[in-house]
């Protein structure tokens, strides 16, 4: 049985559809996040974000990384 659910990204309040029950399917898909970039997310939101976020988040992180952490 497929789940799909509409979700708000926690983050920008975009509007999104969740397909945990075919992850193919979900907006998500196919963004790869390393597992630093993934726990920084998990830091922040305790829900799913859109692909939009993901991205950004993932950005964010590198960016943060390269001034704070690799100083």
Partial sequence: M???EIKNCP???QV???KPGNIAQC???GIALTAEQRAYAEQR???C????????LAQEWDLFKEKYVYR
């Fill in 16 to 18: 999104f559809e969740c």
């Fill in 11 to 13: 983050r920008c309040q």
């Fill in 2 to 4: 497929c789940r799909h």
């Fill in 45 to 47: 939101y305790a829900d």
């Fill in 27 to 29: 907006q998500c898909y």
């Fill in 49 to 56: 974000l859109c692909a939009a976020c993901l991205q950004q």
